[in-house]
C-alpha cells in the first residue's frame, strides 16, 4: 500500500481518508498494468492544480468504469480530460469524472465509450464561447450541466438519440448562455419534449388508440389512459395505478426481451382491469403492513389467474414479466425476506414449473389452486388464505431493516391502491381540513396560445411546439373608409363583374343510365339494341338527365402585416398597406358576389413566443360593415413569422367541407423574425408549410410584392411555393390584379 | 304462361338454431298472411331463419337481393322487345304473387326509395299488385307471403325506410346469438368441436364490442363459420382466425393488431 502510495505522489489529506478503500476497490478490478496506469493518470490529474475534487472523483470512479467497459480505454479518457483542461473548460473536469462510472456501466463497451466521448467534445468545441474571433475565452456553459445529466440521458437514449438531443441545443442555444444550461440540466420544456422525441420504447401516446381498442374490445372496459414520466423520479419509481380519474401508466416501456412494449402496455392493463373486475376493497386497519403485502401479492395471482382463464395467451406474457427469484437468493438469518418469499409464492402460483422445493410453499400453492377449482372466489376468502400463509411462515427476520429486493418487484402489476379502505382517516390529532385559500386567477385576456413546430431544415426535423400564436379578432376601424376605396374602383369594379358572371356556378353534370330521363343517351340506346338484336335482355335505362353542379371552393387570404408594409410604393403616392387594403376591399366584394366561403386573416410576429393572427374576416360573417371596419383599421408592424401563421390558417381551412381549398398569401416579402439568425431557416419552414397544406388538399398561391425580386438569383418565392405564385412587380396594379387572378385561379 | 313452382321450393332441411319463440311466432304471422320485416346486423342469421320457415311450412321461396339500381320494373315486370312486337315478364314479384311463394327482399333499404313502395298494395288488407304498364291488376295467390330485411346498423339518414313502408310490417328483431348458444351455432354447422368454437366466438365478441369505436360491424356468425371451416380443413387456427376474422371486417392498424392480440392471447 505505501508503495501505491508513493506512486501516487500526492499529498492531498481527503485522497489518503479514501485511499485504502479505493486501492482495494482497484486492486480487485485491475490488472497489475492496470493499476500502474491508474495510480499514475490520478497522479497526473492531482497535478492539473485544479484542486483535490477531480482527483477523488477519478479514484473513486475509474475501477467501476473500466470494469464495464475495460482498461483500454483510460487514454482515451485522459485525453478528454487534457483536451478539457487545455481549454477555459477546466472547471468540467470533475463533473465528467464523477458521472463516469454510470454513464460507462451504461455504454457497457468501449467503442460506445468512445462515441460519448466524441459527442462530448463535439459539445465542448462549439459551445466554447469565442467573441469577435478572440481566443477562445468563454467556457462552454452547458457542458458541467451536460456531465451531471449524462447517466440520466443515457438511461433514456440511444447515443444516437443523445448525439440528436446534444444536435438540437448546440444548434439552437449556442448564442444563448442561460438557455444553454437550462437546455443541458434538462430544465428547459424543449429540453424535454425533445428527449421525448429521440427515446427509445414504445410511447404511450403513440399506442394510446390500441390500447383503448384493447380495454374496450377485450375487457369492455375504458377508462382514461393518463401518463406519468419515468423519466425524472430515479429514487422512487412510480408504479401503474388507476383511481377515479383514470387509469395511470408510465410514459414509455421499453421492449424487455421478447416482451414488446405495447405488450407490457397490456399486461399492465389487464392486470388493472382484473382488480376492477374482481377485486373488493378490504378494510386495512387492523392488518399489520406484512399482513398487507401478502394480501396484496395473493390477490394479484387470483386474479391473474382469473385473467388467464379468459385470455390463454397471457399466461405466457406475465410469466415473462414476473421474476423469477431463486429459492436460495435470500439469507433468513440476517436479512428480511418476506418480499423474497412472496415473489416466489406468487411466481409458483402463476407457473407450474416453477422448481421451489418449499414444503409451505408447495402447501399453499395446492390450497390456492383448490380455492380456484371452485369458481372465481373472492378477496376476502383469498386474503383469509394469505394471512394464513403469512402467519405459518413467519419469522424473526421479517423485521430486519435490511430487506431483499431483488427479483421481487413485478412490475406490470399495479400499486393496490385500491384494494385498501381506512375506517380512520390517519393517527394525527389535527384534522387537515383548513378551508384552503383559493388565489384568484389572473384573468384572462384573449384565447390560449396555440403551439406549432417549425421545421428546422439543418437537422431535418420539427421543433416540437416552437411558435406561439395567439389570435384575435383585428380591432375595429371605420367601414366608411373601405366603401370610399370601392367607390373609387368603380370602374374596376364594373369590369370584374362581367368576368365574375361568367364564373357563376352552370357547370351541367349528365346523369346517365336513367329508365326516365331528360334526353335520350345514345350510347346506351344503342347498346340496348344490340343485345336486343343479338337475343339479350336490354338495358332499358338509355335516358339521361342534368343537373347543374355549384362551385365548391373555399377560400382564405391570409395578410403578411409586417412592418414592410409602411412604405410607399414606388411609382405611386400610396404606401403598400394602403394598396393592399383596396386590393384586399374588392377581392372580398368579388368573392362575396360569387358566394364562395371566404375568410381573410392577418398576421405577425414578434420573436417565436408572439406570433400574432387577427380575424379579419370569418367563413360565417358576410362581407358588411363590421368586416370592412377591421379591414379598415388594418395596420403594420413587426415581422413576419410565415410558417407558423400558415398552419394556424390551414387549421381553420381543413375543417371546410369544400372540394377545394385555397390559400392566398399577400406578401411582400422573405419570411423573417428577429430571433431568427439564419435567413434560410424561415424559408425553409415556410416551404414545409407548403408541403403539409399540400398533404392537407389545401391549395396554397402567394401573391409577392416584393419589387427587387428577380428571377434565378434569390428567388425564394420559388423555394417556398414551387410554382404556385405570382410577382406583382407594379404594385400600384395590385387593386386590379388580385381579383383577376383569384377568378383565373378557379376557373 | 305458367311458372314451375317446385324449383323454388326449399327441398333439404337448412340448419337454423331457434334464439327464442321466433319460430311459432313466424308461423302466426304466417297463418295470417301478414307481412314479416326482419332487422339485425349482417350474417347473424336473417336469411337462413326465412329460408328455414319457407322448408318448415312447405312454401316455395323467391329471394330478391335488393341494389340501388334496381328499379321497380326489375320487381315487377318489363315488356320485353320482340322482332315482331313486345312480350311482357314478369318480374320476381308479380311471380311470388301470382304462384302463391314467399318473396323475400333482401337489404331492402338498398333499393332505391321509388322502387319499395310498389310493395305497398301488396302488404295491406288489398294484397293486389297493379301492373299499370299491362293494364293488369293480379290478386296475390292465398298462399302469397312477403318479407323483408334489413340491417338497421350501417344505416345512414339517407338510407332508412319510410315510416308509410316500415308501418306495413310484423318485425322481428335479431341479433347475434348469446355466446353459448353461438358457439352450439358454429359447432354444428361445421362440425368442429365446442371448445374451439366458443374461443372463435369469444374473439367475435372482442370486435363486437369495438362496434362504434372504428368499426362498423362486428365479426358476424358467419365470418365465424368460415374461420371455423377453415380449422376443420387443418389451418392453423390463428392463421384461420386472422384471414376469416380480422382481415375482412378491417383496413384499420390498430384495431386490427388488437383483435390479432385477442387471437394470439385466446389461442394460447
Same mark, same amino acid.
Given at each position: 500500500?505505501?508503495?501505491?502510495?508513493?506512486?501516487?505522489?500526492?499529498?492531498?489529506?481527503?485522497?489518503?481518508?479514501?485511499?485504502d478503500?479505493?486501492?482495494?476497490?482497484?486492486l480487485a478490478?485491475?490488472t497489475?498494468?492496470?493499476?500502474?496506469?491508474?495510480l499514475?493518470?490520478?497522479?497526473?490529474?492531482?497535478?492539473l492544480?485544479?484542486?483535490?475534487e477531480?482527483?477523488?472523483?477519478?479514484?473513486?470512479?475509474?475501477?467501476?468504469?473500466a470494469k464495464?467497459?475495460?482498461?483500454s480505454?483510460? +487514454?482515451?479518457?485522459?485525453?478528454?480530460?487534457?483536451?478539457?483542461q /487545455?481549454? +477555459?473548460?477546466?472547471?468540467?473536469i470533475?463533473?465528467?469524472?464523477?458521472?463516469?462510472?454510470?454513464?460507462?456501466?451504461?455504454?457497457?463497451?468501449?467503442?460506445?465509450?468512445?462515441?460519448y466521448?466524441d459527442?462530448?467534445?463535439d459539445?465542448?468545441?462549439?459551445?466554447?464561447?469565442?467573441?469577435?474571433?478572440h481566443?477562445?475565452?468563454?467556457?462552454?456553459?452547458?457542458?458541467?450541466?451536460?456531465?451531471?445529466?449524462a447517466?440520466?440521458?443515457?438511461?433514456?437514449?440511444?447515443?444516437?438519440?443523445l448525439?440528436?438531443?446534444?444536435?438540437y441545443?448546440?444548434?439552437?442555444?449556442r448564442?444563448?448562455p442561460?438557455r444553454?444550461t437550462?437546455y443541458?440540466?434538462?430544465q428547459s420544456a424543449?429540453?424535454?419534449?425533445?428527449l421525448?422525441?429521440?427515446?427509445?420504447?414504445?410511447?404511450?401516446v403513440?399506442?394510446?388508440r390500441?390500447?383503448?381498442?384493447?380495454?374496450?374490445?377485450?375487457?369492455?372496459?375504458?377508462?382514461?389512459?393518463?401518463?406519468?414520466?419515468?423519466?425524472?423520479?430515479?429514487?422512487?419509481k412510480?408504479v401503474?395505478?388507476?383511481?377515479?380519474?383514470?387509469?395511470?401508466?408510465?410514459?414509455v416501456?421499453?421492449?424487455?426481451?421478447?416482451?414488446?412494449?405495447?405488450?407490457r402496455y397490456?399486461?399492465?392493463l389487464?392486470?388493472?382491469v382484473?382488480?376492477?373486475?374482481?377485486s373488493?376493497?378490504? %378494510?386495512?386497519d387492523?392488518?399489520?403492513?406484512?399482513q398487507?403485502?401478502a394480501?396484496?401479492?395473493?390477490?394479484d395471482c387470483?386474479?391473474?389467474t382469473?385473467?388467464?382463464r379468459?385470455?390463454?395467451?397471457? =399466461?405466457k406474457?406475465?410469466?415473462?414479466?414476473?421474476?423469477k427469484p431463486?429459492e436460495?437468493?435470500?439469507?433468513?438469518?440476517?436479512t428480511s425476506?418476506?418480499?423474497?418469499?412472496m415473489?416466489?409464492l406468487?411466481r409458483?402460483?402463476?407457473?407450474?414449473?416453477?422448481g421451489y422445493l418449499?414444503?409451505?410453499l408447495?402447501?399453499y400453492?395446492?390450497?390456492?389452486h383448490?380455492?380456484m377449482?371452485?369458481?372465481e372466489?373472492s378477496?376476502?376468502?383469498?386474503?383469509?388464505?394469505a394471512?394464513?400463509?403469512?402467519?405459518?411462515? =413467519?419469522?424473526?427476520s421479517?423485521?430486519f431493516?435490511?430487506?431483499?429486493?431483488d427479483d421481487?418487484?413485478v412490475?406490470?402489476?399495479?400499486?393496490?391502491?385500491?384494494?385498501?379502505?381506512f375506517?380512520e382517516a390517519?393517527?394525527?390529532?389535527?384534522a387537515?381540513?383548513?378551508?384552503?385559500?383559493?388565489e384568484?386567477?389572473e384573468?384572462?385576456?384573449?384565447?390560449p396560445?396555440?403551439h406549432y413546430?417549425?421545421?428546422?431544415?439543418?437537422?431535418?426535423?420539427?421543433?416540437?411546439?416552437?411558435?406561439? %400564436?395567439?389570435?384575435a379578432?383585428?380591432?375595429?376601424?371605420n +367601414?366608411?373608409?373601405?366603401?370610399?376605396?370601392?367607390?373609387k374602383h368603380?370602374?374596376?369594379?364594373?369590369?370584374?363583374k362581367?368576368?365574375l358572371?361568367?364564373?357563376?356556378?352552370?357547370?351541367?353534370?349528365?346523369?346517365r343510365?336513367?329508365?326516365e330521363?331528360?334526353e335520350?343517351?345514345l350510347d346506351?340506346?344503342?347498346?340496348?339494341?344490340?343485345?336486343?338484336?343479338?337475343?339479350?335482355?336490354p338495358?332499358?335505362r338509355?335516358?339521361?338527365?342534368h343537373?347543374?353542379?355549384? =362551385?365548391?371552393i373555399?377560400?382564405m387570404l391570409?395578410?403578411?402585416?409586417?412592418?414592410?408594409?409602411?412604405e410607399?410604393a414606388?411609382?405611386?403616392?400610396?404606401?403598400?398597406?394602403?394598396?393592399?387594403?383596396?386590393?384586399?376591399?374588392?377581392?372580398?366584394?368579388?368573392?362575396?358576389?360569387?358566394?364562395?366561403p371566404f375568410?381573410?386573416?392577418g398576421f405577425h410576429?414578434?420573436?417565436?413566443?408572439?406570433?400574432r393572427y387577427?380575424?379579419?374576416?370569418?367563413?360565417?360573417?358576410?362581407?358588411?360593415?363590421?368586416?370592412?371596419?377591421?379591414?379598415?383599421a388594418?395596420?403594420?408592424?413587426?415581422?413576419?413569422?410565415?410558417?407558423a401563421?400558415?398552419r394556424?390558417?390551414a387549421?381553420y381551412l381543413?375543417?371546410r367541407?369544400?372540394?377545394k /381549398?385555397l390559400m392566398?398569401i399577400?406578401?411582400?416579402?422573405?419570411?423573417?423574425?428577429?430571433?431568427?439568425?439564419?435567413?434560410?431557416?424561415?424559408i425553409e419552414?415556410?416551404r414545409?408549410?407548403?408541403?403539409?397544406l399540400d398533404q392537407?388538399g389545401i391549395f396554397?398561391y402567394c401573391?409577392s410584392?416584393?419589387?427587387?425580386?428577380?428571377?434565378?438569383?434569390?428567388n425564394?418565392v420559388?423555394?417556398?411555393?414551387?410554382?404556385q405564385?405570382?410577382?406583382?412587380d407594379?404594385i400600384?396594379?395590385l387593386?386590379?390584379?388580385?381579383?383577376?387572378?383569384?377568378?383565373a385561379?378557379?376557373? | 304462361?305458367?311458372?314451375?313452382?317446385e324449383?323454388?321450393?326449399?327441398?333439404q332441411e337448412?340448419?337454423y338454431q331457434?334464439q327464442r319463440?321466433e319460430?311459432?311466432?313466424?308461423?302466426?304471422?304466417?297463418?295470417?298472411?301478414?307481412?314479416?320485416?326482419?332487422k339485425?346486423?349482417?350474417?347473424? !342469421?336473417?336469411?337462413r331463419f326465412?329460408?328455414?320457415?319457407?322448408?318448415?311450412?312447405g312454401?316455395?321461396?323467391?329471394?330478391?337481393?335488393?341494389?340501388?339500381?334496381?328499379?321497380?320494373?326489375?320487381?315487377v315486370?318489363?315488356?320485353?322487345?320482340?322482332?315482331?312486337g313486345?312480350?311482357w315478364?314478369?318480374?320476381?314479384?308479380?311471380?311470388?304473387?301470382r304462384?302463391g311463394?314467399i318473396?323475400?327482399?333482401?337489404?331492402?333499404?338498398?333499393?332505391?326509395?321509388d322502387?319499395?313502395?310498389?310493395?305497398?298494395?301488396?302488404t295491406?288488407h288489398r294484397?293486389?299488385?297493379p301492373?299499370?304498364?299491362?293494364g293488369?291488376?293480379?290478386h296475390?295467390?292465398?298462399?302469397?307471403?312477403?318479407?323483408?330485411s334489413y340491417?338497421?346498423?350501417?344505416?345512414?339518414?339517407?338510407?332508412?325506410?319510410?315510416q308509410?313502408?316500415?308501418?306495413?310490417f310484423?318485425?322481428?328483431?335479431?341479433d347475434y346469438?348469446?355466446?353459448?348458444l353461438e358457439?352450439?351455432?358454429v359447432?354444428?354447422?361445421?362440425?368442429?368441436d365446442e371448445?374451439?368454437?366458443?374461443?372463435?366466438v369469444?374473439?367475435?365478441?372482442?370486435?363486437?364490442?369495438l362496434k362504434g369505436?372504428g368499426l362498423d360491424? !362486428?365479426?358476424?356468425?358467419?365470418?365465424?363459420?368460415?374461420?371455423?371451416t377453415?380449422?376443420?380443413?387443418?389451418?392453423?387456427p390463428?392463421?384461420?382466425?386472422?384471414?376469416?376474422l380480422?382481415?375482412?371486417?378491417t383496413?384499420?392498424?390498430d384495431?386490427?393488431?388488437?383483435?390479432d392480440?385477442?387471437?394470439?392471447?385466446?389461442?394460447a
Amino acid at each position: 500500500m505505501a508503495a501505491y502510495w508513493k506512486q501516487l505522489d500526492t499529498r492531498f489529506p481527503q485522497v489518503e481518508e479514501v485511499f485504502d478503500d479505493v486501492m482495494a476497490e482497484a486492486l480487485a478490478v485491475l490488472t497489475r498494468e492496470g493499476i500502474d496506469a491508474y495510480l499514475e493518470t490520478a497522479r497526473l490529474i492531482g497535478k492539473l492544480g485544479r484542486g483535490v475534487e477531480p482527483m477523488l472523483a477519478f479514484m473513486e470512479e475509474w475501477p467501476s468504469a473500466a470494469k464495464a467497459v475495460g482498461e483500454s480505454t483510460l +487514454p482515451a479518457v485522459m485525453a478528454l480530460i487534457q483536451r478539457l483542461q /487545455k481549454s +477555459p473548460n477546466g472547471k468540467a473536469i470533475t463533473p465528467f469524472l464523477q458521472t463516469l462510472a454510470p454513464v460507462a456501466r451504461r455504454l457497457q463497451s468501449p467503442e460506445q465509450l468512445q462515441h460519448y466521448l466524441d459527442i462530448t467534445l463535439d459539445l465542448k468545441a462549439r459551445t466554447t464561447g469565442s467573441i469577435h474571433g478572440h481566443h477562445t475565452t468563454f467556457p462552454s456553459p452547458g457542458l458541467p450541466a451536460f456531465f451531471a445529466q449524462a447517466p440520466a440521458l443515457l438511461n433514456q437514449l440511444t447515443l444516437a438519440g443523445l448525439r440528436n438531443w446534444v444536435e438540437y441545443g448546440i444548434r439552437n442555444y449556442r448564442t444563448h448562455p442561460e438557455r444553454q444550461t437550462d437546455y443541458f440540466s434538462l430544465q428547459s420544456a424543449d429540453a424535454r419534449a425533445v428527449l421525448q422525441r429521440e427515446r427509445h420504447g414504445t410511447l404511450l401516446v403513440d399506442v394510446e388508440r390500441k390500447l383503448d381498442l384493447y380495454l374496450r374490445g377485450l375487457w369492455r372496459d375504458h377508462d382514461h389512459l393518463v401518463p406519468y414520466s419515468t423519466a425524472f423520479d430515479e429514487i422512487r419509481k412510480p408504479v401503474p395505478y388507476y383511481d377515479k380519474l383514470g387509469i395511470r401508466l408510465p410514459d414509455v416501456y421499453d421492449d424487455a426481451g421478447e416482451i414488446s412494449g405495447l405488450d407490457r402496455y397490456r399486461a399492465a392493463l389487464a392486470h388493472m382491469v382484473g382488480h376492477r373486475r374482481w377485486s373488493e376493497a378490504q %378494510v386495512a386497519d387492523n392488518w399489520s403492513p406484512f399482513q398487507r403485502m401478502a394480501v396484496e401479492f395473493f390477490e394479484d395471482c387470483r386474479i391473474e389467474t382469473l385473467l388467464i382463464r379468459e385470455y390463454p395467451g397471457l =399466461r405466457k406474457l406475465f410469466l415473462a414479466r414476473h421474476p423469477k427469484p431463486l429459492e436460495a437468493a435470500c439469507d433468513p438469518e440476517t436479512t428480511s425476506c418476506l418480499r423474497h418469499r412472496m415473489a416466489m409464492l406468487s411466481r409458483a402460483l402463476l407457473d407450474s414449473n416453477h422448481g421451489y422445493l418449499d414444503a409451505d410453499l408447495l402447501d399453499y400453492v395446492q390450497r390456492f389452486h383448490t380455492v380456484m377449482a371452485q369458481g372465481e372466489s373472492s378477496t376476502k376468502e383469498i386474503a383469509a388464505l394469505a394471512l394464513s400463509y403469512v402467519a405459518k411462515t =413467519r419469522r424473526q427476520s421479517d423485521q430486519f431493516a435490511r430487506v431483499h429486493f431483488d427479483d421481487t418487484v413485478v412490475d406490470y402489476r399495479d400499486d393496490n391502491r385500491q384494494l385498501w379502505k381506512f375506517i380512520e382517516a390517519g393517527d394525527e390529532e389535527e384534522a387537515f381540513d383548513e378551508p384552503r385559500k383559493i388565489e384568484p386567477a389572473e384573468e384572462i385576456r384573449g384565447l390560449p396560445p396555440r403551439h406549432y413546430p417549425e421545421w428546422d431544415y439543418a437537422s431535418q426535423t420539427y421543433r416540437p411546439d416552437w411558435a406561439s %400564436v395567439y389570435e384575435a379578432l383585428h380591432p375595429r376601424g371605420n +367601414p366608411a373608409d373601405i366603401d370610399r376605396l370601392l367607390a373609387k374602383h368603380g370602374a374596376l369594379a364594373k369590369r370584374l363583374k362581367k368576368m365574375l358572371d361568367l364564373l357563376k356556378p352552370q357547370d351541367k353534370v349528365r346523369i346517365r343510365y336513367q329508365e326516365e330521363g331528360s334526353e335520350l343517351d345514345l350510347d346506351v340506346a344503342i347498346r340496348s339494341l344490340i343485345d336486343f338484336k343479338g337475343g339479350a335482355t336490354p338495358d332499358p335505362r338509355i335516358n339521361m338527365s342534368h343537373r347543374t353542379d355549384g =362551385r365548391d371552393i373555399a377560400v382564405m387570404l391570409l395578410l403578411d402585416l409586417s412592418e414592410s408594409l409602411n412604405e410607399k410604393a414606388a411609382g405611386s403616392g400610396q404606401t403598400i398597406l394602403e394598396l393592399s387594403q383596396e386590393a384586399v376591399s374588392l377581392l372580398a366584394w368579388a368573392i362575396e358576389k360569387l358566394g364562395d366561403p371566404f375568410a381573410i386573416a392577418g398576421f405577425h410576429s414578434n420573436t417565436r413566443h408572439d406570433v400574432r393572427y387577427l380575424h379579419i374576416k370569418g367563413y360565417g360573417e358576410h362581407w358588411n360593415d363590421e368586416v370592412k371596419a377591421r379591414l379598415a383599421a388594418m395596420e403594420a408592424g413587426y415581422s413576419t413569422r410565415m410558417g407558423a401563421a400558415m398552419r394556424h390558417a390551414a387549421h381553420y381551412l381543413a375543417a371546410r367541407p369544400a372540394d377545394k /381549398k385555397l390559400m392566398l398569401i399577400l406578401t411582400d416579402g422573405k419570411p423573417s423574425d428577429v430571433d431568427a439568425h439564419d435567413e434560410r431557416l424561415l424559408i425553409e419552414d415556410a416551404r414545409q408549410a407548403v408541403k403539409e397544406l399540400d398533404q392537407q388538399g389545401i391549395f396554397p398561391y402567394c401573391i409577392s410584392l416584393d419589387a427587387n425580386l428577380r428571377p434565378g438569383a434569390d428567388n425564394y418565392v420559388g423555394d417556398i411555393f414551387g410554382r404556385q405564385f405570382t410577382v406583382i412587380d407594379r404594385i400600384e396594379r395590385l387593386p386590379e390584379r388580385l381579383p383577376q387572378l383569384f377568378m383565373a385561379l378557379t376557373k | 304462361m305458367s311458372t314451375d313452382k317446385e324449383q323454388y321450393k326449399v327441398t333439404q332441411e337448412p340448419f337454423y338454431q331457434p334464439q327464442r319463440n321466433e319460430v311459432a311466432l313466424y308461423e302466426a304471422a304466417y297463418r295470417n298472411r301478414l307481412p314479416v320485416m326482419v332487422k339485425g346486423p349482417t350474417g347473424c !342469421g336473417k336469411s337462413r331463419f326465412v329460408e328455414y320457415m319457407a322448408w318448415k311450412l312447405g312454401k316455395p321461396l323467391i329471394t330478391v337481393a335488393c341494389n340501388e339500381d334496381m328499379t321497380a320494373s326489375d320487381l315487377v315486370g318489363r315488356y320485353l322487345l320482340e322482332a315482331n312486337g313486345t312480350r311482357w315478364l314478369d318480374g320476381p314479384l308479380t311471380t311470388a304473387a301470382r304462384i302463391g311463394a314467399i318473396c323475400y327482399l333482401d337489404e331492402i333499404v338498398e333499393a332505391r326509395q321509388d322502387t319499395t313502395v310498389v310493395i305497398h298494395p301488396l302488404t295491406d288488407h288489398r294484397r293486389t299488385l297493379p301492373l299499370d304498364k299491362k293494364g293488369e291488376l293480379i290478386h296475390a295467390h292465398p298462399d302469397f307471403q312477403l318479407v323483408i330485411s334489413y340491417n338497421p346498423g350501417y344505416q345512414t339518414l339517407m338510407k332508412d325506410l319510410k315510416q308509410s313502408t316500415k308501418q306495413r310490417f310484423t318485425g322481428f328483431d335479431f341479433d347475434y346469438p348469446d355466446a353459448a348458444l353461438e358457439a352450439q351455432i358454429v359447432a354444428k354447422e361445421t362440425g368442429m368441436d365446442e371448445a374451439v368454437a366458443a374461443k372463435l366466438v369469444k374473439i367475435g365478441g372482442v370486435a363486437r364490442s369495438l362496434k362504434g369505436h372504428g368499426l362498423d360491424e !362486428g365479426i358476424s356468425t358467419r365470418l365465424l363459420v368460415y374461420a371455423a371451416t377453415l380449422i376443420k380443413d387443418g389451418v392453423e387456427p390463428t392463421d384461420a382466425c386472422r384471414m376469416a376474422l380480422v382481415r375482412p371486417i378491417t383496413d384499420d392498424a390498430d384495431i386490427r393488431e388488437t383483435l390479432d392480440h385477442a387471437i394470439d392471447a385466446t389461442f394460447a
